[in-house]
């Protein structure tokens, strides 16, 4: 073998064959291995054919095609399969190489593979990767984070497979160490749970409430794609009411309503909850799908209340627009949301991350890639301490507009049976954090009453705790006070 590899890849699935196929086109030689090795062997005598990838057919003869410091890619399913190819890999790679996660593995395994690769004197990154199969091939949105030694070895590869914005910036950067590639994947994810519950309630009151056809809505959402909402999702789904069966008829209610999830959702929900964060948009998506699985037991119900659902009287017209304005408004909250909570998690972990180059990780490749994120890394350009996205000047101005047509279709949603989870829960979550006064107090009194909880006062400084023997048979003990 004459000439070594700059990068071998492990997991010949389909976003491996193609994130192999764009480096192999940017000029990259590449070696690939996959355990079941007929995968390799059909791949470099397929479709790799005559290019500049190297199949291997064991782990030693992947190392041993590779230029030094050896960098491994593995694009394997998450979990216990992870750990058992690092433990394979270290006693064959020396100090100074680098491997890589590019799946989506939950961010704590990632902080503790980080920690125990660099303990064998190696380097680790951890990765995100979306884009799917398309982005894959032709330039995926990528989150590193891990071994920072290890970034300026994959820069030039990753940099050069990423996909681009407009002006040829790369979405690709160093996010920060340990797991933060893989948490802000995840909270990439959670975004793009939201964004495409968001935009199903949208298809659902037109269809329900509006009494709209597949080719009525293709024309809605392809108009929208003009607008503030032009994104990949909206794009996608404008194509997807436009595509028939073979009988003629929409191809997409043919499809059962029960929707699958592979826990990145979930994840984020979670690491919400341990940070405190009310990421009440993503989490209804979340549970919304867990919902949607429910179908038997939906069908039942529905015979067994024999539910009334109201007409829609207004004007048509205007409440397609309303539903626009709405997406708008709920998908800046989700955003908001998926931002405080990075922001939160970097304060945990001791990440430094810029809120503003990761909008621009996000402007291409990935599957929320959308016009609306060059707004956000504005926003943290013009400040890069903003506490919320809804505080910005510019978001600021453009919710204010949007709230009378959000009331609108959240109130028509109720008043006509239709569920709009995230439409209801982002309103919710703006509506409360625009009150100065929330009922909190009585919620604080309630848990002082029975379990001696104590409470803050509104004539005293903020830090001091009091305790009310509110039945006068209590004493003054009170219970260790416990924040989120």
Same mark, same amino acid.
């Given at each position: 073998?004459n000439?070594?590899a700059?990068?071998?890849l492990?997991?010949? %699935?389909?976003?491996?064959?193609n994130?192999?196929?764009?480096?192999?086109?940017?000029g990259?030689?590449?070696?690939?291995?996959?355990?079941t090795? /007929?995968?390799?062997d059909?791949?470099?005598?397929?479709r790799?054919?005559?290019l500049?990838?190297i199949?291997?057919?064991?782990?030693?003869?992947?190392?041993?095609?590779?230029?030094? !410091?050896?960098?491994?890619?593995?694009?394997i399913? %998450?979990? /216990?399969a992870v750990d058992?190819?690092?433990?394979?890999?270290?006693p064959?790679?020396?100090?100074?190489?680098v491997i890589?996660?590019?799946?989506?593995?939950?961010?704590p395994?990632?902080?503790?593979?980080?920690?125990?690769v660099e303990?064998?004197?190696l380097?680790?990154?951890?990765?995100?990767?979306?884009?799917?199969?398309?982005?894959a091939l032709?330039?995926?949105?990528m989150?590193?984070?891990?071994?920072?030694?290890?970034?300026?070895?994959?820069?030039p590869?990753?940099q050069?497979i990423c996909?681009?914005?407009?002006?040829?910036?790369?979405?690709c950067?160093?996010?920060?160490?340990?797991?933060a590639?893989h948490?802000v994947?995840?909270?990439h994810?959670?975004?793009?749970y939201?964004?495409?519950q968001?935009?199903?309630?949208?298809?659902h009151?037109m269809?329900?409430?509006?009494?709209?056809?597949d080719?009525?809505?293709h024309?809605?959402?392809?108009?929208?794609?003009?607008?503030?909402?032009?994104s990949?999702?909206?794009?996608?789904?404008?194509?997807?009411?436009?595509?028939?069966?073979e009988d003629?008829? !929409?191809?997409?209610?043919?499809?059962?309503?029960t929707a699958?999830?592979?826990?990145?959702?979930?994840?984020?929900?979670?690491?919400a909850l341990?940070?405190g964060?009310?990421?009440?948009?993503i989490?209804?998506?979340?549970? /919304?799908?867990?919902?949607?699985?429910?179908?038997?037991?939906?069908?039942a119900a529905?015979?067994a209340?024999n539910?009334?659902?109201?007409?829609?009287?207004?004007?048509k017209a205007k409440?397609?627009?309303?539903?626009?304005?709405?997406?708008?408004?709920?998908?800046?909250?989700?955003?908001?949301?998926?931002?405080?909570?990075m922001? /939160?998690?970097a304060?945990?972990?001791?990440?430094?991350?810029?809120?503003?180059s990761? %909008?621009l990780?996000?402007?291409?490749g990935?599957?929320?890639?959308s016009?609306?994120?060059?707004?956000?890394?504005?926003?943290?350009?013009?400040?890069?301490?903003? !506490?919320n996205?809804l505080?910005?000047?510019y978001?600021?101005g453009?919710?204010?507009?949007?709230?009378?047509s959000?009331r609108?279709?959240?109130a028509?949603?109720?008043?006509?049976?239709?569920?709009? !989870?995230?439409?209801?829960?982002?309103?919710?979550?703006?509506?409360?954090y625009?009150t100065?006064?929330?009922?909190?107090?009585?919620?604080?009194?309630?848990r002082?009453?029975?379990?001696?909880?104590t409470?803050?006062?509104?004539?005293?400084?903020?830090?001091?705790?009091?305790?009310?023997?509110?039945?006068?048979?209590g004493?003054?003990?009170?219970?260790t006070?416990y924040?989120?």
């Amino acid at each position: 073998m004459n000439k070594k590899a700059d990068i071998g890849l492990i997991g010949l %699935a389909v976003m491996g064959e193609n994130i192999v196929m764009n480096m192999e086109s940017k000029g990259f030689t590449v070696s690939v291995f996959n355990r079941t090795t /007929s995968k390799v062997d059909s791949f470099v005598n397929g479709r790799a054919k005559g290019l500049n990838i190297i199949g291997t057919h064991s782990l030693e003869e992947l190392v041993g095609s590779l230029a030094k !410091p050896r960098k491994v890619m593995m694009l394997i399913k %998450a979990g /216990s399969a992870v750990d058992e190819m690092i433990d394979t890999l270290i006693p064959l790679l020396e100090p100074g190489d680098v491997i890589i996660d590019g799946g989506n593995s939950h961010y704590p395994d990632t902080m503790r593979r980080c920690e125990y690769v660099e303990g064998k004197g190696l380097l680790y990154i951890g990765t995100g990767v979306s884009g799917g199969e398309e982005g894959a091939l032709k330039g995926p949105s990528m989150m590193p984070g891990g071994s920072e030694a290890a970034w300026p070895i994959v820069k030039p590869i990753f940099q050069a497979i990423c996909a681009k914005v407009e002006d040829g910036t790369p979405c690709c950067d160093w996010v920060g160490s340990n797991g933060a590639g893989h948490f802000v994947k995840m909270v990439h994810n959670g975004i793009e749970y939201g964004d495409m519950q968001l935009i199903c309630e949208a298809y659902h009151l037109m269809r329900d409430m509006l009494n709209m056809s597949d080719d009525e809505m293709h024309e809605v959402f392809a108009q929208w794609n003009k607008t503030e909402l032009d994104s990949y999702l909206i794009e996608i789904t404008a194509d997807i009411l436009a595509k028939k069966d073979e009988d003629g008829s !929409p191809l997409v209610e043919k499809i059962l309503d029960t929707a699958g999830q592979k826990g990145t959702g979930k994840w984020t929900g979670i690491a919400a909850l341990d940070e405190g964060i009310p990421l009440t948009l993503i989490v209804e998506s979340v549970f /919304s799908r867990c919902l949607s699985a429910m179908k038997e037991e939906r069908v039942a119900a529905q015979s067994a209340y024999n539910v009334n659902r109201g007409e829609f009287q207004g004007d048509k017209a205007k409440m397609i627009e309303d539903i626009r304005k709405a997406l708008l408004a709920s998908k800046i909250i989700s955003y908001a949301q998926g931002y405080l909570l990075m922001a /939160s998690a970097a304060k945990t972990y001791g990440w430094n991350l810029n809120f503003g180059s990761i %909008a621009l990780l996000w402007r291409g490749g990935c599957i929320i890639r959308s016009t609306f994120l060059g707004k956000i890394k504005e926003a943290f350009d013009l400040n890069p301490q903003l !506490p919320n996205l809804l505080l910005d000047p510019y978001f600021k101005g453009m919710v204010s507009n949007l709230i009378p047509s959000w009331r609108q279709v959240v109130a028509n949603a109720a008043l006509c049976g239709i569920p709009a !989870p995230t439409f209801s829960s982002a309103l919710s979550y703006f509506d409360g954090y625009t009150t100065a006064n929330l009922p909190a107090n009585l919620l604080q009194a309630q848990r002082d009453y029975f379990g001696a909880h104590t409470y803050e006062r509104v004539d005293q400084s903020r830090g001091k705790f009091f305790h009310t023997n509110w039945t006068g048979e209590g004493g003054d003990t009170a219970a260790t006070i416990y924040t989120v």
